[in-house]
């Protein structure tokens, strides 16, 4: 079975910090590879601002320079809206492969308003990552009321053959201050320099452009 580490969001942009801590994670689990799901909406998310998927899929693929991370936009392919549909689909797609969510503790504060959260508990596990000013958060959250009997040590989840859920693991590293808001502030152009490309997608081959999903 192929170890591969799933981190959604929206990407927009991709930056260092998602790099960081896919490494990180990518270190601490024991993975081969990880795929960042560049998601075509976040239903949790304000459309304003947000840039086309195919200008936040290179700036994924920039990121992702020399490292066994896969950016992908399948979930357009997959015709998935939610992530405990597209985590379903996967799973039943890639039966070789065991997958683990990857998510912020700021995710963790606000799963409960995610659609069937406890089915995607129950797809595959879960790893979360610390963020400064949400730990407290996630650890009094709805959801984290009901994970907390499910939780494992790494150690546990690293040195297991197959993996089960629901199962939850927390990850600590030294925050990274990096944020896709603060790079928008700076750079409200920054998604200019990719208009008009076209990029094939690593998992589905289709061709992804302006106004399009893979």
Do not use: C
Request: a positive charge; hydrophobic letters at 40%.
């Amino acid at each position: 079975m192929t170890r591969t580490g799933l981190l959604g969001g929206s990407f927009n942009p991709a930056h260092g910090g998602h790099r960081r801590i896919t490494l990180f994670a990518m270190d601490a689990l024991g993975l081969d590879e990880a795929w960042w799901l560049v998601s075509p909406g976040n239903p949790l998310k304000a459309e304003k601002g947000m840039a086309s998927q195919v200008a936040r899929l290179a700036s994924a693929r920039e990121q992702a320079r020399r490292a066994s991370i896969v950016p992908t936009a399948i979930e357009g392919a997959l015709g998935t809206r939610y992530t405990v549909e597209t985590l379903s689909r996967l799973k039943r797609r890639y039966p070789k492969r065991d997958f683990i969510w990857i998510m912020g503790s700021d995710n963790l504060a606000q799963f409960h308003r995610w659609k069937d959260w406890r089915g995607i508990a129950s797809t595959m596990p879960i790893a979360v990552i610390a963020r400064p000013g949400y730990d407290r958060k996630a650890m009094t959250s709805p959801a984290m009321a009901w994970l907390r009997r499910h939780r494992v040590p790494i150690a546990r989840l690293r040195n297991s053959g197959r993996w089960s859920a629901p199962a939850l693991v927390f990850l600590r590293f030294d925050p990274d201050p990096r944020s896709a808001t603060a790079i928008r502030h700076g750079a409200p152009d920054w998604a200019e320099r990719f208009r008009g490309i076209s990029l094939r997608d690593p998992l589905t081959f289709r061709r992804i452009d302006d106004g399009e999903s893979a």
